[in-house]
């Protein structure tokens, strides 16, 4: 899919990619338990002349023999807050040209915000994006104008960067998701996409997801992450050169020797992450960069209608 989009639009921007994804997406729906869950018949309208027939109520035509126009009314509005982690742990793998079809963490993130605001758009929901490191680097108010669309996608579009030595920002996500808990005051839907990699203990992480829950807000927690060498950490036998990306210490050794005991301490996170989101009713989702977009669609999609 991803090749296709890049083969047939060139380096298109993030906005247009975004939109062909929703459009394939949506078509795929057709088919699905979830067609019309965004949308419910509000009224008609007569037919205008000229205009486009794909809404024409034909079975009100043959009982009226007039042609009527089905309006569509959104469900009721709903208020989204993308909280992307901008900490330096999301650049990897550090590839030199990041993309969408070879993306790094950072970069499915941005594609993945832009997909859901494309579909938030569709739907006349409004929303807002917040980027966060070691601080909240930014939080955007929560529109759903033409205008601040536009501006969304120009600062998703600022993400699409690869790896900066330099910067160096850390992650710390429990006291920042706590600050937005109290920030964002209406009920909205927070929905976060981060790879939990950071110093902060697990219950700490727990601890801030549940009070976002705790302020009548819905949450879904995208865990992104390069499943192959960051949780099946795949690497060949031989000596490797590890650095950390968010402090650039480095580490030397064989993977395999330590692979075992790797991959039991981060499935053990993984887990009681996911388990304590389980039991107080947060969405959690592994999101692997490598694996496209309906694995982000489709739990949005289960969790809006829900929410209704």
């Known amino acids: 899919m991803s090749d296709k989009i890049e083969s047939i639009i060139g ?16 078509t795929g729906l057709h088919k699905s338990p979830f067609h019309g869950f965004s949308v419910e018949f509000a009224e008609h309208r007569l037919y ?58 950072i970069t499915f993130a941005a594609y993945a915000s832009g997909v859901l605001i494309q579909m938030l758009s569709r739907q006349r929901d409004a929303y807002g994006i917040s980027l966060i490191s070691d601080k909240i680097d930014l939080i955007t108010e929560i529109k759903s104008n033409f205008g601040h669309k536009k501006q969304m996608f120009t600062l998703l579009e600022g993400l699409l960067k690869p790896y900066d030595k330099e910067t160096k920002l850390q992650t710390n996500i429990s006291p920042l998701l706590h600050q937005l808990a109290m920030q964002v005051h209406k ?4 929905i ?8 902060e203990s697990t219950e700490e992480i ?36 590890f650095v950390d990306v968010e402090t650039l210490e480095e580490i ?22 996911k388990t304590s989101c389980e039991n107080t009713r947060i969405d959690f989702v592994e999101a692997n960069i490598n694996n496209g977009f309906d694995q982000i669609l489709l739990p949005y999609i289960i969790k809006r209608t829900k929410m209704h």
């Open 11 to 26: 380096y298109p921007s993030l906005e247009l990619v975004t939109n062909q994804v929703v459009e394939g997406f949506i």
């Open 48 to 105: 205008n002349s000229g205009e486009s027939t794909k809404n024409i109520d034909w079975k009100l035509y043959g009982r009226t023999d007039k042609l009527f126009v089905k309006k569509y009314e959104e469900e009721t509005n709903l208020r989204c807050l993308l909280v992307v982690d901008n900490s330096s742990s999301m650049f990897f793998p550090t590839h030199k040209e990041p993309s969408f079809s070879n993306p790094n963490k």
């Open 187 to 190: 009920r909205s839907l927070i």
């Open 192 to 199: 976060i996409f981060t790879d939990l990699f950071s110093d």
């Open 206 to 241: 727990i601890s801030s997801l549940q009070h976002l829950k705790h302020s009548k807000h819905e949450v879904i927690l995208f865990h992104v992450n390069n499943k192959e060498k960051e949780i099946d950490f795949n690497y060949s036998s031989r000596p490797h050169r």
């Open 252 to 273: 030397k050794l064989n993977p395999q020797e330590i692979k075992d005991a790797y991959q039991k301490t981060i499935q053990n996170k993984i887990h009681e992450v």
